[in-house]
């Protein structure tokens, strides 16, 4: 047993040597966990001192295997998150269209327990024959009655630009089962 998890460990390892770190507001977010899901793959990137449980900003990377186009996907992801909604969201088309067919998604999520809002700028993408990827930047607000949202209009229009030149980065796709919190790699 002890054997396989070494194994695991060495082969996750070796899968996130290209895909460790991310630069986004002159800050590094870097590979905190990844998980395959069938053939969906998602990868969370976190700051230095921040973990998958408490953390403030996260970069997400997702791709969607057996997608082809926004309308294999956005349905149902709408579906998934509605109960989370905590206001409208709001849907812009890409400032220069760099891929087959793309959309970001400004949302503000409250989490099921209320410990928190969650804004999320969501850039959702395809190109050519699929699969639909995602980049996302989340921003963890915790609950309170009085909320200040300055921080996120101030940072909203930068964040979404930002954003809009984060470039896919190489997924790490680990064996299964994979869902597992990855150790920290710095």
């Given at each position: 047993m002890k054997l396989?998890?070494?194994l695991l460990a060495?082969?996750?390892s070796a899968a996130l040597a290209d895909t460790s770190c991310v630069s986004f507001e002159a800050q590094e977010y870097c590979l905190a966990w990844a998980s395959v899901d069938g053939a969906?793959?998602?990868n969370e990137y976190l700051r230095a001192g921040e973990t998958t449980d408490a953390w403030v900003r996260m970069i997400t990377v997702k791709e969607y295997a057996g997608t082809k186009?926004?309308?294999d996907f956005l349905p149902g992801y709408m579906n998934n998150v509605r109960p989370l909604l905590a206001l409208k969201p709001d849907i812009f088309g890409p400032n220069e269209k760099k891929h087959k067919d793309e959309v970001v998604l400004?949302?503000?999520l409250l989490a099921?327990?209320?410990s928190n809002y969650e804004y999320v700028i969501h850039r959702v993408y395809v190109d050519?024959?699929?699969p639909v990827k995602s980049v996302i930047f989340s921003l963890r607000i915790?609950?309170?009655k009085q909320v200040s949202f300055n921080e996120v209009m101030q940072g909203r229009d930068g964040w979404m630009k930002e954003l809009d030149t984060v470039e896919p980065l190489a997924l790490a796709k680990l064996p299964e089962p994979s869902n597992q919190p990855l150790e920290p790699t710095r």
């Open positions: 396989s998890f070494t060495l082969l996750s969906n793959t998602s186009e926004l309308k400004l949302l503000l099921p327990d209320k050519e024959g699929g915790p609950f309170a």
